[in-house]
């Protein structure tokens, strides 16, 4: 039966969609090619989501080779609600794209994006779907390798040094990944993730095992940005073409967040370490750190985009907080946060970049004004801050009151006051795009605003009303966390 | 005796942190690439040291030969090389597209490159 494929469909779909943008030369082509293409696959991934909430968890074996020895992709209702989030961001960007590309990327280049673009999604949706750890790695390679190319692509010359900057420290973590599941599978010969776990289980206070999670946990946080170890994401954001920003704030780092839920809770969880290795206090005060430093940063920034890049990194430390409250009230937060600031930051960034592509300036100073001249477009900008401030009825308010309530249920007020304490240092920063596009006077910069069509218009709305809709309707994406923080923490 | 027995450790380590430390230390574009480069190589001589057992042969179901070596850090190993290769070549292209905007390749003229025109 094809449908007892779907799992590797979805990803074969796109690796022969990405060779045939390079075919077709034609950047029309080759947008037509992917955006087909990724529909496709949102189909697919559709379908798999409603049969995993209706029948459980699908595993699938690659070549029909059993498991531990062969490769399994095991889909669970995590794993396909981050892949679900992916592949439906990629499904509303790519439309976008069509207009943005014009002005930042040259003619005889845009089928190439397309193309690498296809990998980098493709790569993303194979780290969440696999059950293989090795298999994590070389996704994670991929999808890293075709980010760098997406970042140096930006129309400014500084996107090639943040391309150059995210490589170095991007395979550094990737190595240490690498080096990490060396550690693990010369101690149980093993590299499937569930069996690893049980296999892990008795010897998990050995030095080599908890050598291999220390250094794994390092190269999943360099990936996921997690404050002191973002110093690529700033510049990533701010330099790469918008069409890419948007998608990396939406999703790349939110798969790191997957991976760490994954690892910590699926891998290392049964055995519960965190006595002989305080990882989730660690974690913890990581997080809470980068949630004050980073919205603290926010506030000086000068740029938008920069503004929001580290906002990104105050709201990673919102995710990791709830990833390391161990209970069902505390995951729950943190994966409802992961889509929801994906939702929002996707939407703000598109946002943005439709500014760029209209007035071209994303300079605070140089937008004076601007929502007299674009209220629409400001009116978008204005609901995405409010979410990321967490303003109840849009969809950041749902995971940040659910941390805080982890928190304050497992006796983690400072951590509780910290959360809202960013809540605060939020208001001032959104307060600061928002002061300025909304109330300053003086005279307006920039010149002609060019007409945005409705290839622009639509998927930014999409996403903006989604940031609504879910901030008022709850049931699908709080339904799935709640089942997937149960079979994480098994009901604790 | 024991720093012999284990003499592949060492050498992974030390190219571990050879690698890193350029990484860490040299401002070129293209020296960073080699200490990232080495740092990636002391990976592969972990796992292939992993694979080894002494006195084992290779995977080869026969009467005569109990013990044999597993293959599969080895075949990990291949992949991660061409992963390895793959970065470095869309390291160096970078270095190369750098070097002609900016006109130098050195990380600190960057900086101050871009900080004259007032864009960190």
């Known amino acids: 039966m094809i449908s007892d494929q ?34 496709t696959v949102l189909g697919i991934v559709s379908f798999l989501t409603f049969n995993i909430i209706q029948e ?56 190439l994006f397309y193309s690498i673009f296809l990998l980098a999604l493709l790569g993303l949706i194979g780290i969440a779907a696999t059950g293989d750890l090795f298999n994590v790695y070389v996704f994670l390679e991929i999808s890293s390798l075709a980010t760098y190319v997406l970042i140096g692509l930006g129309r400014k010359r500084q996107s090639l040094k943040a391309a150059y900057r995210y490589l170095i420290q991007g395979t550094i973590g990737a190595t240490f990944i690498l080096i990490g599941i060396g550690f693990l599978y010369s101690m149980t010969g093993t590299l499937n993730m569930s069996d690893l776990s049980t296999r892990l289980q008795p010897i998990i206070d050995t030095r080599p095992v908890i050598a291999g999670i220390s250094i794994i946990t390092v190269g999943i946080l360099i990936k996921l940005a997690l404050f002191p170890l973002h110093l690529w994401l700033p ?79 105050s709201q990673i430390g919102y995710l990791v907080v709830g990833i390391s409250i161990p209970t069902v009230t505390g ?62 009825g849009t969809a950041g308010f749902i995971g940040k009151w659910y941390i805080v309530q982890a928190a304050l249920d497992y006796g983690l007020w400072p951590v ?65 966390s709640i089942e997937a923080s149960n079979t994480l923490v098994g009901g604790q | 005796m024991d720093i012999l027995e284990q003499l592949n450790y060492w050498a992974a380590i030390s190219l571990a942190m050879v690698g890193l430390f ?23 001589l972990l796992f292939i040291t992993i694979g080894k057992l002494s006195g084992g042969t290779a995977p080869i179901i026969s009467k005569d030969f109990l013990y044999y070596s597993n293959p599969l850090p080895h075949v990990l ?26 006109g130098t390749g050195e990380d600190d003229e960057l900086e101050d490159l871009d900080r004259n025109e007032g864009e960190p």
């Open chain 1, 6 to 39: 779907l799992p590797i469909i979805q990803i074969v779909i796109l690796l022969v969609a990405s060779p045939l943008c390079v075919i077709f030369r034609n950047g029309n082509w080759a947008w037509a090619i992917a955006t087909l293409s990724t529909w």
């Open chain 1, 56 to 111: 459980g968890p699908i595993s699938y074996h690659l070549g029909g080779w059993r498991p531990p020895f062969g490769i399994e992709y095991s889909l669970d209702s995590l794993n396909i609600y981050i892949i679900l989030l992916i592949v439906f961001i990629a499904s509303i960007i790519l439309p976008y794209s069509k207009g943005i590309i014009k002005k930042e990327i040259e003619h005889n280049r845009r089928h």
């Open chain 1, 235 to 313: 510049a990533a954001y701010t330099h790469a073409p918008t069409v890419v920003s948007a998608f990396l704030a939406a999703v790349s780092t939110k798969v790191g967040a997957y991976l760490l839920l994954r690892f910590i809770y699926s891998i290392i969880g049964p055995s519960l370490t965190f006595d002989s290795i305080p990882l989730l206090e660690i974690l913890l005060s990581l997080a809470s750190l980068a949630i004050l430093v980073g919205a603290i940063i926010a506030i000086f920034q000068n740029d938008i985009r920069r503004l929001l890049a580290f906002s990104s990194i």
């Open chain 1, 331 to 392: 995951l729950t937060g943190g994966i409802v946060h992961i889509a929801n600031h994906g939702i929002t930051k996707g939407a703000m960034f598109m946002t943005i970049g439709c500014i760029a592509y209209s007035v071209g300036e994303t300079k605070l100073k140089n937008l004076k004004g601007l929502a007299k001249r674009m209220p629409f477009t400001s009116a978008a900008l204005l609901i995405g801050g409010l979410s990321l401030i967490g303003v109840p």
């Open chain 1, 416 to 480: 509780a006051i910290i959360v809202l304490l960013g809540s605060l240092l939020a208001i001032i920063y959104v307060g600061k795009i928002l002061e300025s596009i909304y109330f300053s006077k003086g005279e307006i910069v920039f010149g002609r605003v060019e007409k945005l069509s409705f290839y622009q218009i639509i998927p930014v709305w999409l996403l903006i009303i989604a940031t609504i809709y879910f901030g008022i309707h709850t049931d699908l994406t709080l339904g799935i």
């Open chain 2, 22 to 44: 350029t990484i860490m230390s040299r401002g070129h574009l293209i020296k960073k690439l080699i200490g990232l480069s080495l740092f990636q190589t002391s990976v592969f």
């Open chain 2, 77 to 102: 190993i291949l992949t991660a090389i061409v992963v390895s290769i793959a970065t470095l070549a869309v390291g160096l292209a970078l270095s190369v597209a750098i070097k002609r905007t900016y």
